[in-house]
């Protein structure tokens, strides 16, 4: 039987000795945006988001837009409301705020959001003419909090209801909307596996599964009925990137993305034009090679590093890079899903 899942190639598309991590991906007007928060190491004073345009489909990037808040800003993420791209993110220890644009180039200046105080709103998404966003926070030393919110302009937030609150600790949440209205959305827990939940319009009450998997920074795709989520797993004591399916409502282990060292916060772009191709963005402490002729399976160069390899090194090849791949399904056998053979490479 072929495996669900095979890579074929993957890319590095930064390698600049910074700390670039906590990705994003979307597609907007044609063109494969990327975006990543770039720093000194995994926290610093002066971090910053990056976003970077591919108008071949991955083939090469340039920079487009770079924000910043008063302090640390970070966890960057991409979605598509209308005609509009929205850059999201959150300033270290002040709030959540975003950047748009309606052409890809001019973006507005960094603008916090409004009723969000004391919460982080991660991954927003847009369906239907409105915003959404489970956000955490009201943190004690024991519990912590997940909360629904809703917004009209992607600005200005509204609380509607609480997802989950204790001593499991929730908090980052990765939302994807269905055609039909519902929803599904994985919960990361910092002491706890973590939960699929899945809803429906008017998203108030979920159905929820405990996953028996120790994943954190969550993903999420649907691929026809099929429900991937990716994370930082590890595998030997070592941080890797797993990629599972949910099978009889058990997470399944299809892949292990080259990685290692400091890893993951993926963004998920599923192609405009074709509902089995995804690129997905990540970041890696490992080394992986930027020339589009080398495929990592065949030439491997997967050297994880300890975990904090890149926080303090000042060696590039050390520190932690934004990676891109793509992901293609078999149109004749929708059980078997493939890498494509899309290359990437530092523009």
């Not at 270290?92 to 950047?99: E, F, I, L, Y």
């Not at 990685?259 to 992986?288: E, I, K, Q, W």
């Amino acid at each position: 039987m072929a495996p669900a899942i095979r890579l074929r190639s993957n890319r590095r598309i930064t390698a600049d000795g910074n700390h670039n991590a906590f990705t994003g991906a979307a597609w907007f007007n044609g063109a494969l945006y990327v975006a990543f928060r770039q720093g000194d190491g995994h926290v610093c004073d002066h971090g910053h988001l990056v976003v970077m345009r591919s108008r071949d489909e991955g083939r090469h990037f340039e920079i487009v837009h770079v924000a910043r808040g008063q302090v640390d800003t970070r966890d960057a993420d991409l979605y598509v409301a209308g005609n509009r791209l929205y850059l999201v993110g959150f300033e270290a220890h002040v709030g959540s705020g975003m950047s748009w644009t309606d052409d890809g180039l001019v973006w507005s200046p960094w603008t916090r959001y409004e009723g969000t105080s004391g919460w982080w709103l991660w991954k927003p998404r847009f369906f239907q003419g409105r915003h959404y966003c489970a956000g955490y926070g009201n943190f004690t030393e024991q519990t912590s909090t997940v909360a629904w919110f809703e917004s009209d302009d992607g600005l200005h937030w509204q609380q509607q209801c609480l997802l989950r609150e204790g001593a499991d600790k929730p908090s980052e949440c990765f939302l994807h909307f269905q055609p039909d209205g519902t929803a599904a959305m994985l919960m990361r827990r910092d002491a706890g596996t973590p939960l699929l939940l899945r809803g429906a319009p008017p998203y108030r009450t979920w159905q929820v599964t405990e996953l028996a998997i120790p994943l954190s920074n969550p993903a999420l795709w649907v691929v026809d009925d099929d429900i991937w989520i990716a994370g930082r797993w590890f595998l030997h004591s070592t941080p890797h990137l797993g990629v599972f399916r949910i099978e009889n409502e058990k997470a399944e282990l299809h892949l292990v993305l080259p990685s290692g060292g400091d890893c993951t916060y993926m963004g998920v772009a599923p192609h405009p034009m074709n509902r089995h191709l995804f690129f997905l963005s990540y970041y890696s402490g490992h080394m992986a090679p930027d020339d589009p002729d080398i495929d990592q399976w065949s030439h491997p160069d997967n050297d994880p590093y300890p975990a904090d390899c890149g926080n303090d090194c000042a060696l590039a090849e050390l520190a932690p890079n934004v990676l891109v791949m793509s992901v293609r399904t078999d149109p004749n056998d929708q059980s078997h899903y493939e890498m494509a053979g899309t290359d990437f490479r530092v523009a």
